[in-house]
């Protein structure tokens, strides 16, 4: 059974930071590209940010770099989110997501909400 398990998220002053985790199950981790989306209320999805399989190498929305930044561990077959310097306008549910040429896979998702 295909599993994304997100935790991390929660309520966090403007700059602050958090570390969304997200824990998978059921599948060859090591075989997919990873990414982070999030959905803020009354928006489409987008993508935050993306780690390949192959070489791990990474790409953000623009408005992030600099300010978080992804990775993942194959051995624990988790990958990470770390989130800099957040802004009220990071609120949003951030999900999970695995990828190959054949299968797509998401979690649950997890609410990040910045505010004082």
């Known amino acids: 059974q295909v599993q994304l398990v997100e935790s991390g998220g929660g309520l966090v002053q403007p700059g602050g930071s958090l570390r969304l985790s997200c824990v998978a199950s059921?599948?060859?981790?090591?075989?997919?590209?990873m990414s982070w989306y999030r959905q803020a209320p009354g928006k489409e999805r987008e993508l935050v940010a993306h780690?390949?399989?192959?070489?791990?190498?990474?790409r953000y929305l623009d408005s992030m770099k600099g300010r978080f930044t992804i990775s993942r561990d194959n051995v624990k077959n988790t990958v990470y989110l770390q989130m800099n310097s957040l802004k009220p306008e990071d609120t949003a549910v951030y999900y999970c997501?695995?990828?190959?040429?054949?299968?797509?896979?998401w979690g649950q998702g997890t609410q990040v909400t910045v505010s004082s």
């Open positions: 059921g599948f060859t981790f090591s075989w997919f590209a």
């Open positions: 780690i390949s399989s192959r070489d791990g190498s990474t």
């Open positions: 997501n695995a990828r190959n040429g054949l299968y797509d896979y």
